[in-house]
């Protein structure tokens, strides 16, 4: 299983962005993707979660800010965030969980998942 992100960068506090993970080499359809974030000095912050149905899970701090959603035919799972703030600054993962994957509040545990990621890093700037 791979998995590879993109679209982050450089964007002024109330911009957008749309981060996209690509996933492949999943045997079978019961896997799960989620994002994580690492801002310098904090720790890895879970921020959502997305299974292969459609199931989604947000970290409550977050809600309404970032929508996760996927397009199984591009195996990307997208990751909208809207109303950037400094403090979202970090660099974002995405991980896959491919056997006993979680749809509750452990989705959001990077313990959850298998594969993860290079990263890639946002910058917002005040």
């Known amino acids: 299983v791979q998995v590879v992100e993109s679209g982050g960068g450089l964007v002024q506090a109330g911009g957008s962005l749309r981060l996209s993970c690509v996933a492949s080499g999943f045997i079978h359809d019961d896997y799960a993707i989620g994002w994580f974030r690492q801002a310098p000095g904090k720790e890895r912050e879970g921020v959502s979660y997305?299974?292969?149905?459609?199931?989604?899970y947000y970290v409550d701090s977050l809600k309404g800010r970032f929508t996760i959603s996927s397009d199984n035919a591009k195996n990307t799972v997208y990751l909208q965030i809207d109303s950037l703030k400094p403090e979202d600054t970090a660099v974002y993962y995405c991980a896959a969980c491919v056997t006993g994957c979680y749809s509750d509040y452990r989705s959001l545990m990077g313990r959850s998942y298998d594969y993860w990621g290079q990263g890639t890093q946002v910058t917002v700037s005040s």
């Open positions: 997305i299974s292969s149905d459609g199931r989604t």
